[in-house]
DNA sequence: GACAAGATTGACT
DNA sequence: GTCAATCTTGTCC
């Protein structure tokens, strides 16, 4: 059927330098749940961590229990418990035993509005489901349950899909990433991607939520 | 065993 | 724009 094929090219598409494979993962389809319960959404905002070269990811200084799956194969998701509350999900990327991922950060809600509403109380407008890191893990209903799962597996309770009909092609913004401190960041660095004027970017990432200074997104060719 | 830091979020001023 | 909540993880002694 054309989904193993779908999936091959996913794989295709899944596995090399997190910095390469984060603007390719815009515009695909995270979907989590069972069939009928299935929560969805459409990834507008991503930013890659390079394990072991990068001081800023979890992987920096080698394999622990908590970061063990980001050393998997590719297409695996890797899920962590940040400042105690929220959830944050990863899609591996580099070959097994080397550690980097790509963080999601945002996604366009598509399927399953109803259950990410009552999953996001505290969400007053639709935008605000999956305008986060934290939000999207809540939304989607994903936990540390879900590390290690594979995206690519359609019967797994996380997958990922590309529909084809998301292309962000020449709307792709590159910056400096969020969240991580300046001393971490590596110099020059745009490893933080996001779908130009999507309002579920999240409000750390947008021009009008920027709280300090950072350098100004460059948008890709 | 103790302590500090953190890939965030949401409420409040 | 600022700040508190919350708890796991990793480091140090």
Sequence with gaps: MSGQRSSV??????????????PRLLGKILAAGPPGEETSGR?????????EDDPASHAFRGPTARNRTMFGRPGL???????????????VCWPE?????VLVRALR?????????????????????CSGPGKVCQALGIDRAADGTDLLSPGSGVRLVDDRSGSVEGIVVAGPR?????????AGELW???????????????????SSARADPVVQP
């Design 192 to 210: 933080r991607f996001s779908v130009r004027g999507d309002e579920n970017v999240s409000r750390s990432g947008s021009a009008s939520g920027a």
């Design 178 to 186: 969020v969240g991580v401190a300046a001393h971490l960041l590596t």
């Design 97 to 101: 035993g080397r550690a980097g991922a």
């Design 9 to 22: 090219r996913l794989s295709e598409l899944l596995s090399g330098d997190p910095v390469d494979v984060a």
């Design 77 to 91: 998701l890797y899920v962590y418990l940040s400042y105690g509350m929220h959830y944050c999900c990863n899609i």
């Design 43 to 51: 990834i507008v905002e991503v930013e890659a961590y390079r394990g």
């Design 109 to 129: 809600p598509l399927g399953g509005l109803e259950q990410m509403r009552s999953r996001r109380l505290r969400a007053r407008r639709d935008v605000d489901l």
